[in-house]
């Protein structure tokens, strides 16, 4: 008799004609499943960390050890469980297909892989041969049509649940593809492969595309709450560090200060005013050429004595990095002689035009990382500087043409999605390295683990309009649940604020007030009218905006964004205690409403409100004009207005006023009340 199935050193494996299946336990209620063709399984891992030696994990339901797992193997049959999940596979007699089912500990179908369909031999893991070794790879699974999916990351679309969506696995400007979802039937899938690819949520089969790659490679884990599912995809993929304190107020940015004078003047004035600004952020083009990563010496003369008079004020100093290098730069023909850089598979190496020929540093070399660290600490970090904004990180080639670029790590088709990971890593290790503790560096991109290397991610170059502000919101819930707790948007938007505009003042302040319920309080964006500059050269350098300071916009405005400055200080210490919870559990800091109360089914729809934290409810106004929403309270508890006390009974909707001074913001009844009368 034919033996398809077999135990090896707690792993379920199954051979037939070519392909090699293995099922492992991988923490606590998860399974990691991995298929090849015409090879054996590889080991290592791109995100997963790895299990513990002997085999035990810790269950985030009750937190009692568990065992690796348990085999069950028959003839054309066999299972694995571990803790709440079971994966049944089965041999189809015809064509001797496997199908693999996923169960929870009730019984209940998790996921299923489509089966063969008989005479229609259709694979469910389907490896097409590439030249050079590697497969174009599909994976597919039945789709139940009463699913609702959440996660994947950040994509620039006002769309809750993404069943129906059909997905890029690939980073741009304002896109961060983080391939892990959380479904409404109770488990948490990660595509663990960083290649380039797609996602197709569809009716009758959801779809997974890997362009290039050498295997097959997923995690499921299986949860009560969404809580248990979100804690056990953070303890396989890495939690983010405690939030520094200077990580809990309010940030000024804007593009961009481009001399040391005109940085000292905005602490300055701010001090004056008695306004607590926790980081003044130093914009890019402040170095002569990228690549260059050190102050132009024109425009910042003296940086030591400007971080020190600013770090005085009590306030932190962060400056922009692009991994960007100059064909110019001082650095670029030794970083091409040591082969640092990003390369083209053919042709000329020119990444991105902008302010000349660029390149792009490879930060998924070791010797890249510890080279650019080295440049920053001398030039950056040496004069005080503790915190960087990385900028440019997906990274954004000018054409998107990701089979053109090759890594270190191998082609970009294969390992594309890495970059922003390793881009974090870079400066994070290179902090710990000098002994630096308090870390957090803004970031551009994401992908699985950045979380653990500090990433502050924003959601890019976005437009000053109402339909992309409601779109943050949505963004911002995604990427709690994909394990990236720490997330914040340029208040306002980045691209076409006028600020003598009336109505992008409207804009702005209903911004302004989402932002002070963001994990990250910051002020940035491209404001017009602006100013072109050129140097003592006669050279055109990159231009500066109009102003965009809370003092910049009239008397009335003022006073609205410094009430709500002083409202986030009032959260400094829940705040605090959210960000806790998030580097300890890895629970969201800005949560869906079904994460608080997954047994409403209410919750499960509602897209432009979530939960800061657990107890405070926050629903924007996030229409042109309007001085009201509609705010659904979720059932099981009373919930209190933070504005007038008012008490307001559980699982209704309601009609709330919010003229152009406040927010809808509600507590649960008990909890937090020293914001009332305050929003």
Known sequence: MLQYFEEKEGSLLFRENGETVMVTPWGANSLRVRAAFLGEIEEGSVA????????RTTDPGNGDAQSAGSIVIEAQKASITNGKIRAELIVNPWGKALQMTFYNQKGEVLLQEIPNGGALQKKARHFRPLSGGSYHLKASFVSDPEEKIYGMGQYQQETFDLKGCNLELAHRNSQASVPFYLSSLGYGFLWHNAAIGEVHFGSNTTEWIAEDTRQLDYWITAGDTPAQIEEAYTAATGRAPMMPEYGLGFWQCKLRYYNQEQVLQIAREYKKRGILVDVLVIDYYHWPRCGDWRFDEEYFPDPAAMIREIQDMGIKVMVSIWPQVDWRSENYEEMKQQGLLVKSNSGVDVQMIFHGNNVFMDPTNPRTRDYVWEKCRKNYADLGIRTFWLDEAEPEFTTYDFADYRYHAGSVAQTGNIYPREYARLFYEGQKADGQEDIVNLIRCAWVGSQKYGALVWSGDIMSTYEDFRKQICAGIHMGLCGIPWWTTDIGGFHGGNIHDEGFKELLIRWFQFGAFCPVMRIHGCRQPGEEIINKAGEV???????????????????????????????????????????????????????EFPEDPVCWDIKDAYMFGPDILVAPICHEKAVSRSVYLPAGTDFVHAGTGERYEGGKWYDVAADIHTIPVFLREGRQEYLIGKV
């Open 541 to 595: 350098r990159e231009w500066t905006g109009a102003e965009n300071e809370v003092w910049s916009y009239g008397e009335e405005n003022y006073e609205i964004m410094v009430k709500f400055i002083r409202i986030r200080e009032m959260m400094r210490d829940y705040t605090r205690s959210v960000m806790r919870a998030a580097h300890e559990s890895g629970a969201p800091v800005m949560r869906a409403m079904f994460y």
């Open 48 to 55: 997963l960390l790895e299990m513990p030696e002997d085999g």
